[in-house]
């Protein structure tokens, strides 16, 4: 019977390696996963600023409009387009019906 005789030197090779590696790479991917964090940051700073200046400014006070429904009343149920600063800010108007 042929007995093969394993060096141990080459057992260790694939821990060794593998952990060499993982040494070797982890700062990069340290600096991947926070670059990809950091976009991600920008992009949606970015998004939230394209919505803010989407929307429309109200022209009483200058502050933010927003759409909603009336809830109550003779409208019930109609759209409308409301400063957000309401109740300091009344301006509102009817969005037609669609
Ligand atoms: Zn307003």
Do not use: N
Not at 48 to 67: F, I, K, N, S, V
Request: charged share 20%.
């Amino acid at each position: 019977m042929e007995r093969t005789l394993v060096d141990p030197l080459s057992l260790l090779a694939g821990p060794v390696l593998a952990y060499w590696w993982a040494i070797a790479l982890e700062p990069s991917w340290h600096t991947h996963a926070a670059h990809v964090e950091h976009v991600r940051a920008l992009r949606a700073g970015r998004e939230r600023a394209e919505a803010a200046l989407r929307q429309p400014a109200c022209p009483h006070c200058g502050g933010t409009l927003d759409e909603y429904v009336y809830k109550t009343g003779v409208h019930i149920g109609q759209a409308f387009q409301g400063c957000t600063r309401f109740p300091a800010c009344r301006y509102r108007v009817d969005l037609p019906a669609r």
